[in-house]
């Protein structure tokens, strides 16, 4: 509800808050006006439940949106950890591969450990 409508409403309200203070209880327009102030407190609570589920709407809204940044972030994250369980290995491989070709590079000593490491090195899909 527009600030304009409130203030009308409000200013409606006190108007008819007014007129009937100055009545006497007994009379036919006491009561009218009576059931028009039960009327304009009606309307007012109604128009402030929705703007209250209106800003609860909103926030809901920006919730959800929270979510799907989360989850977008946590999917980003998985993705990172499964790149790098394949970049790891495969610069691992490379650098030991590389150091142990350097220490036999004139092929008069041929290590055990990288005999055996050799074998182990060649990375595999399963």
């Given at each position: ?53 209106d800003a609860k709407l909103g926030l809901d809204e920006i919730e959800i949106e929270n979510k799907r940044l989360t989850d977008r972030i946590a999917e980003y994250g998985k993705i990172g950890v499964n790149v790098l369980g394949i970049v790891l290995p ?37």
């Open positions: 509800m527009s600030t304009e409508i409130k203030k009308m409403l409000n200013e409606e309200i006190e108007g008819v808050l007014e007129s009937i203070s100055d009545m006497s209880p007994d009379g036919d327009d006491y009561t009218a006006r009576l059931k028009n102030l039960k009327i304009l407190h009606e309307i007012k609570t109604e128009a402030e439940k929705a703007e209250i589920e495969l610069a691992f491989y490379g650098v030991w591969m590389k150091r142990g070709f350097r220490f036999e590079e004139t092929g008069t000593f041929t290590s055990a450990t990288f005999k055996g490491l050799s074998n182990k090195f060649r990375p595999t899909v399963k």
